[in-house]
């Protein structure tokens, strides 16, 4: 899914935030160096750092290499939080997402990236996820409700079912 979408929104710069192995980021990765235009993907994690669930960031540059896409993929040992906002084509987050998680993309990238916000969760089955129950995380079904309406000029939808993904199209 993230391959075609890649190749259909045909983004020149892509980031994601939380790695982990990399999976994804390789998915976009080798859509970027399939298609003819080209482009690059680097992901930012904590890897070791996380307390929670995480990977090295040594095994996930291996496997950027066993795929062939150094020259396309990179990463960084980052707080995400800490990245600086600048112009992107395509945002693909992949945190511990919460309400306040989607909030805080809008309120920071929303306005720097030009297609495309891809977030992990949205749906119903998403929000009742163990720990954020056990952590009373704010749920994402209503943040995606108000972010609808104080950004109208993002298109957004979910798809489900669990662990779901809400993709956000620029208008």
Known sequence: MFYAFTLLAKPKLVFEFGVLGGFTMLSIGAALADSREGGKITGYDLFEKYPY??????????????????????????DVWEVEAHPIDMLHVDLSNDGDTYRAIFEKWGPYVSKAILLEG??????????????????????????????????????????????????
């Open 53 to 78: 669930k995480s990977c090295p960031m040594q095994t996930t540059s291996d496997n950027i290499s066993l795929c062939g896409l150094d020259g396309v993929v990179s990463i960084g040992k980052y």
């Open 122 to 171: 949205g749906s119903l089955e998403r929000d009742m996820e163990s720990w954020m129950v056990r952590y009373n995380r704010p749920k994402i079904q209503p943040a995606i409700e108000e972010i609808k309406i104080k950004y109208p000029s993002w298109a957004i939808s979910t798809m489900k079912p669990w662990p779901s993904l809400t993709i956000a199209v620029r208008r």
